[in-house]
């Protein structure tokens, strides 16, 4: 039996208390609900009575979804089903699998798809040229080269298109990497090929150069490397040159790149160019209630008067602006506290500074380090060690030795009471693996930018 079934009942109660308004609702609505089957990650739920699955699906569908992760701890999807249609669902969920899977052998964030995307006037001609392109790939706006600062939507975007692609045709070869990914398997691939005669290099090239679409995030990253220009060079004729559509992402358009070598400037100038601004005021505001109903936060029923104090105060970063959202609930909740403007302006807290300048603290550092390696904040202060947790955790010590004013006591207390001959251990760790491992080197220096771009 699933985790699921055996904690049903625990889940109806929830929804009871949580989301139905009387008891009414609960004893048509709920109570009558049944599981079907639970299969890989998937609730099917039955509806006894025909008629009611739309309202059933339109009013319950996410609120089933909060309570059976919060339940089980796990998130699963959820399906409702009468006798009639089981068949076709079940065959629907294994398409949609079929369609998961191509999507992430493509690297493809689920959740970045042009349906979640607002478009504001920071955005417009960047998603109109996105959509462009991936109804089009290959033709008129190749390269299609999108610009702008951090956090504002370039992956989003990207990783849209790439979606809309592998839907419409589920044979195209498509790959979204970040400049960083590239890097680096180069640097394995040239490492290893003097090895192994080539043939490291020889799948490295197949890797990249064998695809339909190709998707390159933050290629400022490459730039100033030659063996990397040289060879994402190489990969960009092989595949426009072959029809291919190739996308990039940058923070500067290209002519303001310095270090990027002329050949290659020029090739990203034959296509379009594309730029993301700031958004403005509504439209942070229609991000905000968009990602408040995406993650089923209504719930919480946040008042307005604290939406817009969060859009007026956090300006520049759309990253940042989720990250404000989610403070701003995991207070409430872990706190036990009230979701008001006092509430939001302690959430805020951490993310800016009066004057709006990034001030590099040690959380300012943690938040980058967890996004970077997709760590956990809270393995990042656990006691786990395995290698994927400890690395992180041991740049961390680093970084904020070298970047704050932190003693190492300090330093330890933020990784949740480490003590300082752990925290000096990990330092010199690092600094000895900086002096021969030169992806580790690509990697540190990346998560320098991104902690202050400028
Ligand atoms: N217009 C938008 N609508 C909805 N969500 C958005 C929008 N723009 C950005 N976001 C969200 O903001 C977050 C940061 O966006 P994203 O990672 O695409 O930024 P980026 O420009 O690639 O940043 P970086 O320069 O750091 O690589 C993501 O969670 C993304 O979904």
Known sequence: MSIVEEKWEEILQKMKTEYCTSNISYTTWIEPLTIYEVKDDTVFIFVSLKASIEHIHDKYLLPFRVCIAEVTGKEYQVEFVTEDNVQVQKEAVAVKKQNDAIFEQANLNPKYTFDTFVVG????????????????????????????????GKTHLMHAIAHFILENDPTKKVLYVTSETFTNELIDALKHGKINNENATT???????????????DIQFIIGK?????????TFNHIHGAGGQIIISSDKPPKDIETLEARLRTRFEWGLIADISSPDYETRMAILRKKEELDGLDRYHIPDEVLQYIATNVKSNIRELEGSLNKLIALAVLENKPIDIALAAEALKDIISPDQNRVVTPGLIMNVVSEHFNV?????????????????????????????DEPLKSIGIELGGKDHSTVSHGVQ??????????????????IKKKINPI
């Open 121 to 152: 006037n920071n955005n417009t001609f960047a998603h109109a040229a996105s959509l462009a392109v991936a109804e089009s790939p290959g033709n008129r706006y190749n390269p299609l080269f999108i610009y702008g600062g951090v956090g504002l």
């Open 203 to 217: 799948s490295f090239r197949e890797k990249y150069r064998n695809n339909d679409v190709l998707l390159i995030d």
């Open 226 to 234: 030659e063996s990397t220009q040289e060879e994402f060079f190489h």
């Open 376 to 404: 956990s904040i809270a393995d990042l202060k656990g006691k786990k060690r395995n290698s994927e947790i400890v690395l992180p955790r041991q740049v961390f010590m680093y970084l904020c030795n070298e970047l704050t």
């Open 429 to 446: 760790k690092i600094e000895s693996l900086l002096q021969e491992d030169e992806a580790l080197n690509n990697t540190v220096n990346i």
